[in-house]
C-alpha cells in the first residue's frame, strides 16, 4: 500500500503546472517558475504595486487605475451598463459615444462601485474550528456566522487605520480548503470619462465574439471621486505606447469570476446533464424574443441592445462549456485525476477514514437536489421572476425582514458589510423601460408555467387565474418601483412600510417569500450543506496528498496570471499574434456589426494603417477578467484584456496552453483612437501620452 501511495503521488506529480496555467493568489504566486520558464523576477514589491493598482468593478469586472487622478482603464463591455442608463432616445451614448473634455462633463455612474484590494488574512483556522464535530447543517449554519461575524469585526477594526474604514468580504478558496479575509477600499461615486460608439467597441459583434483575429476597441475610462474630487491613486500603471514584442512574457491582475476546475466528475456530469441544457433551452428562446422585439423599432431596439448583447455573450459561453462537458479527452482527464486522487486517499487507513467517502456524499447530494431543483431555480433564484423591478421588489422585501435579525443570522448577501453595496443598486436612478421589463417577465412567467408545470402550487400562487403576458403587463404598468423616491420610501421605511404597500410587484414578491424561504432552506440542508462539508473533506485531502503548491478556482478576487504574446495553430493554418488598423476597414460591409462608425471613417485617412489593434497572449483568464490590465515584467501597461478566443470557453474546467489565448486591446490604437479619432487631447496628456 505504502508502494502504491508512493506511485500515485509520482504520477499527479508528473502532472504539475509546467504551462502558462493558475489564476494565482497574491499570497502563493509561482515566482520561482516564472523566473526559471521567462528569466524574469516577480517578488513582493512588484506584486503589491498591481495590487493597489488594479481595481474590481461590483458588476463583474477588472479595472486598473492609470493616472495619479483616479483615472481607471477598464473596457467598453464593463461600462456598458453605465452607458446605457446614461443615453437617451436624443442621446445615445452607445451609438455615439461619450468623451468627457473637463472634469465637470464626467457622468456619474449610478449603479457602479469601485474597490482596490488593500489587505487580506488568513481565517481558515477560525472557520475550521468553528464548524468542527457538527452535523452538516449545523455546520453549515456555523461558517456563516462565523464568516458574518469575522467580516463584521474586520470592518469595525479597519475604521482606526490610516486607510479609513475598509469593506470585508469572505473568500473560500480550494472548495472549502482555506478562507481569508479580504480587505477592500471601495468607491462608490465612479463617473465616465470616455467611451467609443459600440460599433468599434465590439466590431463584428456576435459573429467575431471568442474569435481572433479581432479588430475591438473595447476600452472606456471611469474615474474614482472622493467626497466629490476625484480620487487619489499614487499607485497606478504607466502606459508602454509600443506594447509588447511577440513571444514577450506579459502578466494579468484582475478578478476572474469563476471556474469549476476542482469539482468532482459528479458535480461536472451534473452540469453537463442539467444545469447548461436547462439554461440553454431558455435563453435561446429569450434571444429570439428579443431580436424580434428590437426590429419593431429604433427605441425598441436602442433600450433592448445593452441587455441583448449580454445574452448572447452567455449563450456563446454556456454553449462551450457545454462542448467543453461531451468532450471525451476532457471527461477521461477529470476522471483519471480523481481516481488517483482517490487512490492517495485509500492507499492512507487515516485519510481514507477522514475523507474517503466525500466524493460519494456530494454524488447522494446531487441526486437529491435534482428532485426539486426546478421548483428552486424559478422560485428561489429567481428564474421565474426576469425583471428590474421584481429585483428591486424582492429585494426590498427581503432586506426589511432581514435587517430586523442579529447581523450574523441574516441570509449573506443582506449582512452589514453586504448591505451598502445592495442599497446603492436599489435606489440607484436608473432608467426602466415597461416595454422590456414586460416582454423579459412574460417570457420567465411563460417558462415557470411550462417547466413546473400548470398545476404546481408555485405556479398557482404566482400566476392565480391569470395567463403569463396578461399578469406581466399588469404589474409592470401597476408598480410605482421605477421610482427611485418610492424605491428608498420602502427601504427606510422597514418592515412597517413593505407591509403598508400595496404595490402589485411588492405583493408578489411578498407573497411568494415564504415558499421561497422554504426552497431556499432545503437547498442549504440537502445539497448546500453536505456538498460544502465533502468539498473540505476533498480540499484537506488534496492538501495531504498533493501540498497546496496549485492555484484554487476563481472566486472574483485578486489573481495574477502570467504568459507571453504568442499565437497558436488553428486548423493547420498558424495565427499571428497582432492584427492591424488596415484589416478593420477592410472587413468592414457598412451593416451592424461589420459598420465603422462615422468619426472612424472621417479620421481615416489620418490613421496608420499598420497601427497594432488587438492580440493574443497564452495567459489563464476567464470572466471577471474583462477590463484587466496586461503588463510587462516592470508593472507597464501593454493592453487591456477583453476576451478569450473560443478555446478559452473550455478553460471552465481546464487549461489547454496550446490553444487557450487572452485577446487585449494594443495600447498603440487605443492611445491613437484617443488622439485621432476622438481629439481626446486631455485623456493623452494626463496618461502621460501627449
Known amino acids: 500500500m505504502k508502494r502504491l501511495l508512493i506511485l500515485v503521488v509520482c504520477l499527479m506529480a508528473a502532472g504539475v503546472i509546467v504551462a502558462d496555467e493558475g489564476m494565482w493568489t497574491l499570497d502563493n504566486f509561482p515566482s520561482e517558475t516564472v523566473r526559471a520558464k521567462y528569466g524574469v523576477d516577480i517578488d513582493d514589491a512588484w506584486l503589491e504595486r498591481v495590487q493597489l493598482a488594479t481595481t474590481r468593478l461590483e458588476g463583474g469586472c477588472t479595472g486598473s487605475f492609470?493616472?495619479?487622478?483616479?483615472?481607471?482603464?477598464?473596457?467598453?463591455?464593463?461600462?456598458?451598463?453605465?452607458?446605457?442608463?446614461?443615453?437617451?432616445?436624443?442621446?445615445?451614448?452607445?451609438?455615439?459615444?461619450?468623451?468627457?473634455?473637463?472634469?465637470?462633463?464626467?457622468?456619474?455612474?449610478?449603479?457602479?462601485?469601485?474597490?482596490?484590494?488593500?489587505?487580506y488574512q488568513d481565517i481558515t483556522n477560525e472557520v475550521l474550528a468553528a464548524t468542527e464535530g457538527k452535523s452538516e447543517q449545523e455546520a453549515n449554519v456555523a461558517r456563516k456566522q462565523t464568516l458574518t461575524r469575522l467580516e463584521q469585526a474586520c470592518e469595525e477594526a479597519s475604521i482606526e487605520t490610516d486607510?479609513?474604514?475598509?469593506?470585508?468580504?469572505?473568500?473560500?478558496?480550494?472548495?472549502?480548503?482555506?478562507?481569508?479575509?479580504?480587505?477592500?477600499?471601495?468607491?462608490?461615486?465612479?463617473?465616465?470619462?470616455?467611451?467609443?460608439?459600440?460599433?468599434?467597441?465590439?466590431?463584428?459583434?456576435?459573429?467575431?465574439?471568442?474569435?481572433?483575429?479581432?479588430?475591438?476597441?473595447?476600452?472606456?475610462?471611469?474615474?474614482?471621486?472622493?467626497?466629490?474630487?476625484?480620487?487619489?491613486?499614487?499607485?497606478?500603471?504607466?502606459?508602454?505606447?509600443?506594447?509588447?514584442?511577440?513571444?514577450?512574457?506579459?502578466?494579468?491582475?484582475?478578478?476572474?469570476?469563476?471556474?469549476?476546475?476542482?469539482?468532482?466528475?459528479?458535480?461536472?456530469?451534473?452540469?453537463?446533464?442539467?444545469?447548461?441544457?436547462?439554461?440553454?433551452?431558455?435563453?435561446?428562446?429569450?434571444?429570439?424574443?428579443?431580436?424580434?422585439?428590437?426590429?419593431?423599432?429604433?427605441?425598441?431596439?436602442?433600450?433592448?441592445?445593452?441587455?441583448?448583447?449580454?445574452?448572447?455573450?452567455?449563450?456563446?459561453?454556456?454553449?462551450?462549456?457545454?462542448?467543453?462537458?461531451?468532450?471525451?479527452?476532457?471527461?477521461?482527464?477529470k476522471e483519471l485525476e480523481e481516481q488517483e486522487l482517490r487512490a492517495a486517499v485509500a492507499a492512507s487507513s487515516?485519510?481514507?477514514?477522514?475523507?474517503?467517502?466525500?466524493?460519494?456524499?456530494?454524488?447522494?447530494?446531487?441526486?437529491?437536489?435534482?428532485?426539486?431543483?426546478?421548483?428552486?431555480?424559478?422560485?428561489?433564484?429567481?428564474?421565474?421572476?426576469?425583471?428590474?423591478?421584481?429585483?428591486?421588489?424582492?429585494?426590498?422585501?427581503?432586506?426589511?425582514?432581514?435587517?430586523?435579525?442579529p447581523n450574523e443570522d441574516r441570509f449573506r448577501e443582506y449582512t452589514e458589510a453586504a448591505l451598502p453595496g445592495v442599497k446603492q443598486r436599489t435606489l440607484a436612478e436608473k432608467p426602466i423601460y415597461n416595454d422590456l421589463e414586460e416582454l423579459t417577465l412574460s417570457f420567465s412567467l411563460d417558462k415557470m408555467r411550462e417547466i413546473l408545470g400548470p398545476d404546481s402550487p408555485y405556479v398557482h400562487q404566482v400566476l392565480g387565474t391569470q395567463s403569463p403576458n396578461a399578469l406581466a403587463r399588469n404589474l409592470v404598468s401597476e408598480t410605482k418601483l421605477s421610482d427611485p423616491q418610492y424605491r428608498k420610501q420602502l427601504w427606510e421605511g422597514g418592515q412597517s412600510a413593505i407591509d403598508a404597500s400595496t404595490d402589485p410587484m411588492i405583493r408578489l414578491a411578498a407573497s411568494i417569500d415564504p415558499d421561497a424561504r422554504a426552497l431556499r432552506k432545503r437547498y442549504e440542508d440537502e445539497l448546500e450543506a453536505p456538498q460544502d462539508l465533502a468539498s473540505e473533506k476533498i480540499a484537506k485531502a488534496r492538501f495531504a496528498v498533493q501540498g497546496a503548491e496549485g492555484y484554487p478556482d476563481a472566486t472574483f478576487t485578486l489573481r495574477v496570471t502570467y504568459g507571453?504574446?504568442?499565437?497558436?495553430?488553428?486548423?493547420?493554418?498558424?495565427?499571428?499574434?497582432?492584427?492591424?488598423?488596415?484589416?478593420?476597414?477592410?472587413?468592414?460591409?457598412?451593416?451592424?456589426?461589420?459598420?465603422?462608425?462615422?468619426?472612424?471613417?472621417?479620421a481615416k485617412p489620418r490613421l496608420n494603417m499598420d497601427t497594432r489593434f488587438d492580440f493574443v497572449a497564452t495567459t489563464d483568464i476567464t470572466g471577471g477578467n474583462s477590463g484587466s490590465p496586461i503588463i510587462d515584467k516592470d508593472a507597464n501597461l501593454v493592453g487591456v484584456a477583453f476576451d478569450g478566443n473560443i478555446h478559452s470557453n473550455a478553460g471552465q474546467y481546464w487549461f489547454d496552453d496550446s490553444n487557450n489565448r487572452t485577446v487585449g486591446v494594443h495600447p498603440a490604437i487605443m492611445l491613437e483612437a484617443l488622439g485621432t479619432v476622438y481629439g481626446a487631447d486631455n485623456l493623452l496628456k494626463e496618461l502621460g501620452q501627449e
Open 350 to 405: 487515516q485519510l481514507q477514514a477522514d475523507y474517503g467517502s466525500a466524493w460519494d456524499e456530494i454524488a447522494e447530494a446531487l441526486a437529491i437536489y435534482r428532485t426539486f431543483r426546478d421548483d428552486y431555480l424559478f422560485i428561489e433564484s429567481g428564474a421565474a421572476f426576469n425583471s428590474d423591478l421584481f429585483d428591486f421588489a424582492r429585494t426590498l422585501v427581503r432586506v426589511a425582514a432581514e435587517r430586523e435579525k
Open 564 to 602: 507571453a504574446i504568442d499565437g497558436w495553430v488553428e486548423k493547420g493554418e498558424a495565427v499571428y499574434p497582432f492584427t492591424v488598423t488596415e484589416r478593420a476597414f477592410e472587413r468592414a460591409t457598412g451593416e451592424p456589426p461589420f459598420r465603422i462608425p462615422r468619426k472612424w471613417e472621417a
Open 66 to 119: 492609470v493616472s495619479p487622478n483616479g483615472l481607471v482603464l477598464t473596457n467598453h463591455h464593463c461600462a456598458r451598463s453605465c452607458v446605457a442608463e446614461l443615453s437617451t432616445a436624443t442621446d445615445d451614448l452607445l451609438e455615439n459615444g461619450f468623451l468627457a473634455k473637463t472634469p465637470e462633463q464626467e457622468r456619474q455612474c449610478q449603479s457602479e462601485q469601485l474597490s482596490v484590494l488593500m489587505d
Open 163 to 333: 486607510t479609513g474604514k475598509l469593506f470585508c468580504e469572505s473568500v473560500n478558496l480550494y472548495n472549502g480548503g482555506q478562507y481569508f479575509l479580504y480587505k477592500y477600499k471601495r468607491y462608490d461615486d465612479v463617473r465616465l470619462v470616455f467611451a467609443p460608439e459600440a460599433g468599434i467597441a465590439s466590431f463584428g459583434g456576435d459573429p467575431d465574439n471568442f474569435n481572433f483575429p479581432r479588430w475591438c476597441v473595447d476600452m472606456s475610462f471611469l474615474r474614482a471621486y472622493e467626497d466629490g474630487k476625484p480620487a487619489t491613486t499614487p499607485d497606478y500603471l504607466r502606459w508602454r505606447a509600443e506594447g509588447a514584442t511577440e513571444g514577450e512574457p506579459v502578466f494579468i491582475s484582475g478578478h476572474p469570476g469563476s471556474t469549476d476546475r476542482l469539482l468532482t466528475v459528479a458535480q461536472l456530469k451534473h452540469q453537463r446533464s442539467t444545469v447548461w441544457p436547462s439554461y440553454l433551452r431558455r435563453y435561446v428562446e429569450l434571444r429570439g424574443r428579443m431580436i424580434e422585439f428590437g426590429k419593431t423599432s429604433e427605441e425598441a431596439f436602442r433600450i433592448s441592445r445593452s441587455r441583448l448583447q449580454r445574452t448572447e455573450n452567455s449563450l456563446k459561453v454556456v454553449r462551450n462549456y457545454q462542448k467543453a462537458l461531451l468532450n471525451d479527452e476532457l471527461v477521461a482527464r
